[in-house]
């Protein structure tokens, strides 16, 4: 069983920049798919960016492309979710979460662990 733990969440004002990342142990996840997901207090949990396992590709929501991106390190067992031009509605507390099988993904279902969250809170 792998373990997720996610880090690098704070508070940033408005166009800020943070960079989360997400530390895997138990296994090594270089083949699987990666995913970050986001939770605002009181909506559910939504799709926020994927990369695919044994490669690069990359996917992300409408309202974080090109001010987020997502990349891995297999040789630290590692996902980074890079974010910048950060608004208000990028609040909420984001979480990542590994699909076994090596494609990414938006969809919450395909994914088979996930992390405890780490909080981002953006001021305006």
């Known amino acids: 069983q792998v373990q997720l733990v996610e880090s690098g969440g704070g508070l940033v004002q408005t166009g800020g920049s943070l960079r989360l990342t997400c530390v895997a142990s138990?296994?090594?996840?270089?083949?699987?798919?990666m995913g970050w997901f986001r939770q605002a207090a009181g909506k559910e949990r939504e799709f926020v960016a994927t990369?695919?396992?044994?490669?690069?590709?990359?996917y992300y929501t409408d309202s974080v492309k090109g001010r987020f991106t997502v990349s891995r390190d297999n040789a630290k067992n590692t996902v980074y979710l890079q974010m910048n031009s950060l608004k208000p509605e990028d609040t909420g507390v984001y979480y990542c979460?590994?699909?076994?099988?090596?494609?990414?993904?938006?969809?919450?279902?395909?994914?088979?662990?996930w992390g405890q969250g780490t909080q981002v809170t953006v001021s305006s």
């Open positions: 979460a590994a699909n076994y099988a090596s494609y990414g993904s938006s969809l919450y279902r395909s994914y088979d662990v």
């Open positions: 138990g296994r090594t996840i270089s083949s699987y798919g």
């Open positions: 990369i695919y396992g044994r490669g690069t590709t990359t």
